[in-house]
């Protein structure tokens, strides 16, 4: 394997590009969504989504931000040629909903707010509690990995410069 | 950061290899001796170790207190105390002052001014508390998953260093990368196929 430190700058777009097919497959495709979820009720882009446009070495960012942000105005800037660099989502499965922002580059997540769990009142309660929200953070970062394997699966394959990549084009520049 | 806050900021690992040896054992061993060690009244500038995630301050790996559940939890502590730099001056400044007139010379050397620069803030540095920033992580060793609770560069790479000098054990960040090699199960040619790629236009 290559370096890790170079790596990560090498490979930054995959994590870009993940963004961006998450983005489409929200909008586009909810049930390939289902084939990572079959309990998934709703998977939405949240309250931000940043995007970055480099042109001569001069790099423009575009945060979107707000209930109500108009994301017409972030497809504008993939019609320009940026990249979405992070974006915040709010994923809920069953009665569980999550909200969380992804990082593209890192695949960090920030703003990470749970389902709400039981209060933590004794010193006795914070190993009951550790335990539920260790499994709330595993039953997302599952849904994330599925997600990641499904999207690089379709990367690495034909299919992304016939099918599905075109239809993402087709998507923005519609 | 604590795992038990309303709001987080993770960053997932991969655990490469195996303990060598009994496992309790050896991570109490590696916890025990990288244990966080107190610099308030000291003239250190940093200081990095573990500490228990319900007792950040008084740190105690004893009876295996830090498995809960099949998980290993305790907490990076990074103690570091940053004396202000216009302390640093006045105080030096003083200190120059004092040795001109105790000694009767009219200059000091560029030595001499250096040494009393140092001595200055190793005193000051002694004087003034640590600040703690505490960050807890959460281990699965069966599933060799880790998950550190900060985005942090500088906390990140504390923890990469720690961890591999404490278990003898590597962590692999999961970036897009990392994830796509290690953790989606893709077959030596796809893997072939990734190492190529370049990123795709959505503008053509």
Redesign the interface.
Known sequence: ??D?SV??N??????Y??L?WLWYTIENDFDLLQKSDDKIVTFEIGNRIVLENRRNDAVETITIKGDDAGLEEGLLA??K?AVVTEINLAYKSGELEWFFTL???????????LPATGP?ET?DD??G???E??SL?DML?DFI?RL??EF??I???DD??KGV?IQ??SW?LR | MSMLSSTVSVTRYLVEDKIKGPLIETITQGLKKNTITDIDNEDMEKSVGWTSFNEPFKPDFEGSSFIIDNFFVFSLRIDRKKVPSKIIQKHYLQAISKRLSSTGKQYLSRNEKAEIKEDVIQRLTKTIPATPNVYDLLWNYEASSLTFFSNQKAANEELETLFGKSFELSLIRLFPYTTAEFAAGLTDDQRDVLGKLSPFSFME
């Open positions: 394997m290559i890790v790596a990560y090498r490979y930054k777009f995959l994590g590009e993940f961006t993939l019609k040629g990082k593209g580059e890192s695949l960090n997540l920030s703003n990470l707010k933590v010193k914070i190993e509690a550790l335990i929200k260790a953070y970062f990995d990641f394997t690089i699966t990367r690495v394959s992304w410069k990549g993402i084009k923005i």
